[in-house]
């Protein structure tokens, strides 16, 4: 795999995370504040959690949808075609996403929300081709690091975007809430003129593409013939739930509790963003060379529910973003092993489906909490990050229930 194709490939995991980073300060922004006026002045709080959760929720529950079948589709008609789709489908987003923006439209917003949900493949897609392209499992774990470390630097960009581009004090009158957005549309075009020129698929696709709606079934119906990925899933999921119980609900809760302005909220999300940049960087290949790997996510599943705790209880700014540090520089070394583990319990010719299954829980699980979380904010405001702490100690469980003897392949020590 030459340098610039990696760079492709790399570029294509920085636009989707990138569009988060992004977006959940500015959609926190817009729904929980009155000072851009999208919603009515009068609109309540309660209302307002309520919205929050819907337009997070839409997103995550279209990429749900999508990524099964975009994932799997890469396997038919060849990685390229399917980054390709995923790639254009990110650009309508973001065109409707302007639009809603300048209208003062919810409905337009979650719509551009469900598009780019929809579309939102890249990652698995970019997993499998690297896996493609990989001669060991040493250099997969390395190259799915890399991929982490490109999503973790679109998740550092994202909110200083966000931060930066709609800031007038900053910017002045060029500032603006759609300026974030028209800049994402621009990198997003770059960066599907970077695989049409450089990126070519490792393998030959086996088969021509066949839209068949049952496929977007079918696919988990396949699950029945893999018992090692049935047997991964259940701890999978719940430290999927540890991640974005916390995740989503950060601007969320900043801006509640602290009625924290958009630049603080969105250099939260830069906190994070670095913190898994340093742990993809120069932490994955050390520690997942000597440690095995189910230590590893133990570990970070207890670290992250534990910062959970200290960034719901803290009085102090400063505390928050420290416990979200700690936090995701364990994830950025719990999330690599988890994928590696998914690739390696499935041979060449499934990576795609597999990454494809593994993103369809983690989007399955962020609509949910998304949706649920909204409210539940409402009822207490640290009802999300208990749900973290709580899914920690389930991990736990059921990794030592549903591991145990697990093959060496599987294990992927």
């Not at 994202?158 to 931060?163: C, D, F, K, S």
């Not at 963003?273 to 742990?279: D, L, N, T, W």
Request: one cysteine or more; charged letters at 10%.
């Amino acid at each position: 795999m030459s340098a610039m194709c990696r760079l492709a490939l790399l570029a294509v995991v920085f636009v989707d995370l990138m569009g988060q980073g992004l977006l959940f300060p500015i959609i926190n922004e817009l729904v929980m504040s009155t000072k851009f006026q999208f919603l009515p002045t009068d609109t309540p709080q309660a209302t307002r959690h309520l919205y929050y959760g819907v337009v997070i929720g839409s997103f995550f529950l279209a990429w749900f949808i999508g990524s099964v079948y975009i994932a799997r589709l890469s396997d038919n008609i060849g990685r390229k075609s399917a980054m390709l789709l995923c790639l254009v489908g990110a650009l309508a987003g973001y065109a409707i996403t302007i639009f809603s923006l300048v209208n003062s439209n919810l409905w337009l917003l979650i719509l551009g929300r469900v598009i780019s949900g929809f579309t939102a493949g890249n990652q698995p897609i970019a997993q499998a081709a690297m896996i493609d392209a990989s001669t060991s499992e040493l250099e997969a774990s390395k190259n799915l690091g890399l991929l982490v470390a490109g999503m973790s630097a679109g998740a550092v960009a994202g909110p200083i975007m966000a931060g930066l581009l709609a800031d007038r004090a900053l910017l002045g009158n060029i500032a603006s809430i759609q300026l974030p957005f028209y800049f994402a549309l621009g990198l997003v075009a770059i960066t599907l003129c970077l695989i049409l020129i450089f990126y070519h698929d490792s393998r030959k696709a086996p088969r021509q593409l066949k839209l068949r709606f049952l496929d977007l079934f079918t696919q988990f119906a396949h699950l029945k013939d893999r018992p090692q990925v049935v047997r991964l899933c259940p701890a999978y999921l719940c430290f999927m739930l540890v991640h974005l119980s916390f995740y989503i609900f950060i601007t969320n809760y900043l801006s509640s509790r602290f009625q924290a302005g958009l630049l603080v909220t969105s250099m939260a999300m830069l906190t994070m963003g670095i913190a898994v940049a340093i742990s993809s960087l120069f932490m994955v290949k050390p520690i997942l060379s000597r440690w095995p790997k189910p230590s590893v996510i133990k570990l970070s599943a207890l670290v992250m529910g534990g910062s959970a705790l200290v960034f719901a209880f803290s009085n102090q700014i400063w505390l928050c973003y420290l416990s979200i540090f700690f936090a995701y520089l364990c994830f950025g070394l719990a999330y690599p092993a988890l994928l590696n583990m998914f690739a390696n319990s499935v041979d060449e010719t499934e990576q795609g489906w597999v990454m494809g299954i593994a993103t369809a829980g983690f989007t399955l699980v962020a609509s949910l909490i998304s949706l649920v979380g909204g409210g539940a904010m409402e009822v207490n405001i640290r009802l999300p990050f208990f749900i973290t702490a709580f899914a920690a100690i389930l991990v736990l469980l059921l990794m030592q229930l549903g591991w145990r003897n697990l093959s060496e392949r599987g294990t992927a020590k």
